[in-house]
C-alpha cells in the first residue's frame, strides 16, 4: 500500500490597505467571501461569521473541498484569509475577488502543500 503524501493546498492571504467598509461588518465580508468561494468552482457547503464590536469580522465558509476562512481589523485596514483546498477549484481565483472585494491595496500570499513532509519543521511531526 502507498501512503499519500498530498492532501492539498492551504493558501495564507494577508490583504492591507483593505476599505474599511467592506470589511467592517459581517453582511459586506460575507458577501465577498461566498462570491470568491463560488466563482472558483469550489462546492459551498455553509457558513459561519460573527461580527465583533464595534466593528470588525470573523467567518468560515464550509466547502466540499474545505475551506476558506476570514479575520479583520478594519482600524488597520487589513485582513487575514486562508483557503484550505483538496479538490478542484481555482483558489487564484478566489483570491483576486478578494483582494478586489475588500478593496486592498497590497497582499502578500503564503502557499503550502498539506500532507508533505517538509524539513523546515523539524521536531514537530507526531511519532506513533
Given amino acids: 500500500m502507498t501512503m499519500r503524501h498530498d492532501f492539498g493546498e ?9 476599505d474599511a467598509e467592506s470589511i467592517k ?16 468552482g469550489a462546492t459551498v457547503i455553509g457558513d459561519l461569521f ?8 470573523s467567518g468560515v465558509v464550509l466547502i466540499a473541498e474545505s475551506h476558506f476562512s476570514l479575520h479583520t481589523w478594519p482600524e488597520n485596514e487589513y485582513a ?10 481555482d483558489a487564484e481565483v478566489a483570491i483576486e475577488i478578494m483582494k478586489q472585494g475588500y478593496g486592498a491595496r497590497t497582499s502578500r500570499l503564503r502557499r503550502l502543500v498539506r500532507g508533505q513532509p517538509d524539513d523546515e519543521w523539524h521536531g514537530t511531526r507526531s511519532r506513533p
Avoid: K
Fill in 25 to 40: 461588518y459581517v453582511a459586506p465580508a460575507r458577501e465577498v467571501l461566498l462570491r470568491a468561494a463560488r466563482d472558483c
Fill in 80 to 89: 487575514a484569509l486562508d483557503i484550505l483546498t483538496c479538490g478542484d477549484m
Fill in 10 to 18: 492551504h493558501f495564507l492571504i494577508d490583504l492591507f490597505g483593505c
Fill in 50 to 57: 460573527h461580527q465583533f464590536e464595534p466593528y470588525g469580522v
